[in-house]
Structures are given as C-alpha cells and as structure tokens.
C-alpha cells in the first residue's frame, strides 16, 4: 500500500484481556518495526523484523508480549494478559533493508487502553 | 549506555520567528540521525536525516538540522515558524551499529502563539 496501515486504531480492553494490533507495512519493505509510545516514556522500541532473518526482540518488556510476522508482509504484535501499565500507543514502522540510510515510515499508530 | 537528549520539553514561539530545536546524542561514533514530526493523533513524519556528506541538511516543510560532530548535537532549525508547525517533534539516532534500530529523544512539545 501507500503508507505503513495499522489496525485497529483504538483499542480498550479489559485487564487480563489478550489483544492483537495488527501492521501492514509499505509493499517492498523488508524492515518493519514495533515502538510504543507512553506518557512520560517517550518511544521505545519494542521488535524488529528485517527479511527473514531472526527477529531482535531485545526490546519486548516481558513474556506477555511476543510479534509475528508472516511471509515477510504483514506483522501482529500481541499482548497477552494485559496490564494497565501496557496502555499506550503501538507504532509500526518500515523500511527498505535497515533504514539506515532510507528512513523509517511509521503508521498511525494503535491506542491501546486497558481498563 | 547510547542516548538521545532533548533538553527543552516545551518551546513556544511566535508565528514567524526563527526556530531552533535541540538534540544531543551519547555515542562514541557519528550514528544516523533523524528528525521526526508528530500531530496529535497522527503518526511520525520523517522531516530529515543525515549519514554522512554535507553537515547540514534540508528537509521538507521548510525545516534544516545541522550535526556538529564536536558538540555531538544534531540542532532542528526553520528561519519562519507557521501556525502548522505546532506539533511534538523527536530527534532519532540509528547507532550504526548491528542491527538497525532507532533511539529517540523524549521529544519536544512546539507552541506557536499568534
């Protein structure tokens, strides 16, 4: 598509609840990553996925967190029993190989609040 | 540990008057450096970035940063603040090293009064 699409756009939950978000990043990107994005905590990065290599999960803030990304395209972040501390919103980026020298496209973005 | 410093967490200015914005990084090497925009309930827009070459840079909607390998600072600058740039603005840095991944500054919150 045009742009990095995220779905849902907002989300509420009740604690304990599992969710999904959902990202479609650019046709061709080959990079996709996972931010969130909290009150007082600025972005912090959460996963990477470049081709088909393993992915850096080095950012994910507990096991209740875990991402997928099938055949390359589309990626689901899931957040498994979730906690109020979890309310945020999930960014899903792109990029050509590593965005280094490319840029990174971010979506819009999932508000997640959990109540 | 690598981090990304933006000292001012709200600037106000007025419509017209010059901006500058402030970003210092901690790394010992000269990372990829970015410049991202936020509206409310919107996504991050790329404004610029610099790897290497020209020290300073050019980007979209009028806005320049220029990196200053000394000060390690990679400072957002427009000569003319309009009434639509107020949004949140985030300095990035790649590390250049591994795996490609960015850090971000807190951000910095711009006010434009009339």
């Known amino acids: 598509g045009a742009g990095v699409s995220q779905s849902p756009s907002n989300k509420v939950t009740e604690k304990g609840k599992d969710v999904e978000l959902r990202c479609d990043p650019i046709s061709g990107h080959t990079a996709l990553y996972w931010y969130r994005q909290s009150l007082g905590q600025g972005l912090e990065f959460l996963i990477y996925f470049q081709g088909n290599s393993a992915p850096d999960k080095s950012g994910l803030p507990s096991d209740r967190f875990s991402a997928e990304r099938t055949g390359g395209s589309v990626s689901t972040l899931t957040i498994q029993r979730t906690q109020q501390e979890d309310s945020a919103v999930y960014l899903c980026?792109?990029?050509?190989?590593?965005?280094?020298?490319?840029?990174?496209?971010f979506g819009s973005g999932t508000r997640l609040t959990v109540v | 540990a690598q981090s990304v410093t933006q000292p001012d967490i709200h600037i106000t200015v007025s419509e017209g008057a010059s901006l500058e914005l402030r970003c210092n990084y901690s790394?010992?090497?000269?990372?990829?450096l970015f410049w991202y925009v936020q509206s409310p309930g919107q996504g991050l827009q790329l404004l610029l970035k610099y790897f290497s070459g020209d020290t300073l840079v050019q980007g979209i909607k009028g806005f320049e940063a220029e990196f200053k390998r000394s000060q390690s600072s990679f400072n957002l600058r427009k000569p003319s603040v309009h009434w639509s740039d107020a949004a949140e603005y985030f300095c990035?840095?790649?590390?250049?090293?591994?795996?490609?991944?960015?850090?971000f500054g807190k951000g910095t919150m711009l006010l434009v009064s009339p």
């Open positions: 990035a840095v790649d590390m250049n090293s591994g795996y490609s991944t960015l850090t």
């Open positions: 790394y010992g090497a000269t990372p990829y």
């Open positions: 980026a792109s990029s050509l190989i590593g965005g280094r020298t490319h840029g990174y496209t």
